[in-house]
């Protein structure tokens, strides 16, 4: 298997990015549905293409042994981290380009343009791939600058539209601040080792405070892309706003780049000191904590899952942080546990994110709203959608039997390995954490409770006539949702490929931690207990057939006729737990009192505002922009002073550059 994926294996790499890049072609059909099919058609075959050539690699026969597999002379990098990142994005992004057969029809409905965005989409999914296999820092740097650039002008679809033009606009924002910072890292990189190949870095923090600049940088530019508070400020505005396609993919799979970065950097590093682990560890429990808590907070359907973002992000970060821990302390076990949980909640973020992303992109379109608190009943108009979305929110909470939970009970296994090797103050610390990862999955089913019984159960809210959904539809939440049911019950198979990337990029003798925790009497407890439920549902069959069953008509607090008035919203059921962290979620409530000796129509709104965005970012933006409005030079309307400016910056770079190398 080696010498077939040295030869013929590159071949075939080279073969499946030549079809994904074919489709662009397509894009430039006149007619729009045309090229809406072939184009996205042609794409599918090369992602699927390459999810077999990915599968076909020795990541999931052999251990991989390194770069040695590489092609254009060691700029693309083919070992077990990339592998499985590519595994990643191909296995995501098939379902979410399925669906766009049927959320792009939405937009030619109306009139509007979508070639524009298939293109750049395509873009966006081949630069994606291609970040996780460089092996040249400038190469990394243009795909990582294509990768963001394209999301941009996918996300303006409506750009016409307030909302779509503030949200890109922080999006843009952070993707160029994130460019700035790894020019820096790798610069650095670069001076300290004298090449620009990733597979050339090999540094130890003992070589001095530059090795420590550089993890801060790869934590600070890598985090921001990845959503970690306090740089996720931008991810709530940015994914609401864009296309339901283009959220699940930005969600599921692009923050997941930010991942790779911090991973990889620590391969460069390695073994890191104790305090990084804590540093990583301390900020994601912030940002899992906090994520869901003001996920619990909106209203707006995308802009909850977004934070959710934020939450998800924060526990893959504390698996990271407990990896970091083991690293330091020598102790391979704990970083199995830690790597391990990790790569395998960034597998399983992307699969439950994109399905609920999608999933309230079908409810989205045809309710014409992202506010929860319009919807309500769809479960009887939708139930296959509403099932759907019930998988990927038992799975986004961590509840077993499905795959949530499988990456969690390996995190949490890693604070009890830590508890349990290191002894003294740690036992106190890691209870600490665990009750801390404990309480973002109790939010996090609090959330999703919120938001099935408010969209699906109840009475409609809103009058829906007709709520359309097609194959494509059911087929890309069917695909995810069966990738939650399967590596909930049958794990074994995903925790092997997790672990054999861990014993080979990370070079550490491969651990039996992960593999022997007893997978396959958790999948016969799951097995048993989803038999039991069927064995139940059939009796109930049974004697509602022989006995019948009588029908009524719904009632609350002794009133039939049951009406909107008489449900919770979503404002009501989430207030008292939104109330004990107010401060923090700046949560407000407007409550309309009637003075009038007679009672009238009361209104209730609550509303929670990010406090990095609206104390933090946004104080810090208008400084920004007071302070260049007093520069001359920026207030000129002739474009010759700005394009003079752009050529003063990069002679200056070009001079940097030259002076340093």
Request: glycine share 8%.
């Amino acid at each position: 298997m080696n010498g077939f994926f040295s030869n013929t294996g590159n071949i075939l790499f080279a073969a499946v990015f030549a079809i994904q890049f074919l489709a662009i072609v397509f894009t430039g059909l006149k007619n729009d549905r045309r090229a809406l099919y072939y184009s996205n058609f042609v794409l599918l075959i090369g992602l699927v293409s390459g999810l077999f050539v990915t599968l076909s690699s020795k990541l999931f026969f052999a251990l991989p042994t390194g770069p040695q597999n590489s092609l254009l002379n060691n700029w693309i990098r083919l070992d077990g981290l990339s592998f499985y990142f590519l595994f990643v994005i191909q296995l995501a992004a098939i379902p979410t380009t399925l669906y766009n057969f049927s959320y792009l029809r939405h937009y030619m409905e109306k009139k509007i343009g979508i070639k524009n965005f298939i293109l750049f989409y395509i873009l966006t999914i081949i630069s994606t791939q291609v970040i996780v296999i460089a092996n040249q820092a400038v190469f990394f740097l243009v795909c990582w600058e294509v990768m963001s650039i394209s999301a941009y002008f996918c996300m303006i679809l409506e750009k016409e539209k307030e909302e779509v033009q503030k949200g890109s606009f922080y999006y843009f924002a952070a993707s160029h601040v994130v460019v700035f910072i790894l020019y820096i890292f790798f610069f650095l990189l670069h001076h300290q080792t004298g090449s620009w190949f990733l597979s050339d870095y090999h540094l130890s923090f003992e070589d001095g405070a530059v090795i420590s600049t550089i993890f801060i940088l790869s934590f600070i530019g890598f985090g921001i892309k990845a959503g970690f508070m306090p740089f996720h400020f931008w991810l709530p505005q940015a994914h609401p706003v864009a296309p339901t396609v283009m959220s699940a993919f930005l969600s599921g799979v692009i923050i997941k780049t930010g991942i790779y970065g911090i991973i990889r950097t620590f391969l460069f590093i390695k073994p890191v000191p104790e305090w990084s682990g804590w540093l990583v560890l301390i900020v994601s429990m912030i940002s899992a904590v906090f994520g869901v808590w003001y996920a619990l907070a909106q209203h707006d359907i995308k802009k909850l899952l977004a934070y959710h973002s934020v939450e998800n992000i924060g526990i893959i970060g504390i698996g990271i942080g407990i990896g970091f821990i083991g690293s330091a302390n020598n102790l391979p076990a704990v970083e199995f546990l830690g790597f391990g949980g990790a790569l395998l909640h960034t597998l399983n973020h992307a699969i439950f994110k994109s399905l609920l992303f999608i999933g309230s992109g079908i409810v989205c379109q045809n309710l014409d709203t992202r506010n929860i608190e319009l919807m309500g009943g769809l479960v009887h108009r939708a139930g296959y959608i509403a099932l759907f979305f019930l998988i990927g929110s038992v799975a986004i909470s961590g509840i077993p039997p499905l795959n949530g939970f499988i990456s969690e009970f390996v995190i949490f296994t890693g604070f009890f390995s830590i508890a349990g090797e290191l002894k003294n103050y740690y036992p106190i610390l890691m209870l600490i954490m665990v009750v801390g990862l404990a309480f973002v999955g109790g939010l996090a089913v609090a959330c999703f409770t919120k938001v099935n019984a408010i969209i699906f159960l109840g009475s409609e809210r809103k009058e829906v006539k007709h709520f359309h959904t097609t194959i494509y539809d059911y087929l890309s939440l069917g695909i995810f949702a069966a990738l939650c049911i399967a590596i909930g019950f049958y794990p074994a198979p995903f925790v092997e490929i997790v672990q054999r990337v861990i014993a080979a990029s990370f070079n550490i003798q491969p651990s039996s931690t992960l593999i022997n925790m007893d997978w396959f009497y958790l999948s016969a407890i799951f097995g048993s207990i989803v038999l039991g439920i069927a064995a139940l549902l059939l009796v109930k069959l049974w004697h509602h057939k022989k006995y019948g069953s009588r029908v009524s008509g719904a009632w609350a607090c002794g009133y039939e006729n049951l009406s909107p008035r008489m449900q919770y919203t979503a404002s009501s059921f989430a207030d008292e737990i939104n109330t004990i962290s107010g401060s923090i979620l700046l949560y407000n409530k407007e409550i309309d009192k009637s003075e009038k000796p007679f009672p009238t129509p009361l209104k209730f709104e609550s509303h929670s505002r990010d406090f990095v965005d609206r104390k933090l970012a946004m104080p810090a933006y208008g400084f920004l922009k007071s302070f260049i409005s007093k520069i001359g030079i920026f207030n000129q309307t002739d474009i010759r002073y700005y394009i003079a400016f752009i050529l003063i910056i990069i002679t200056i770079y070009s001079l940097i550059a030259f002076l340093w190398t």
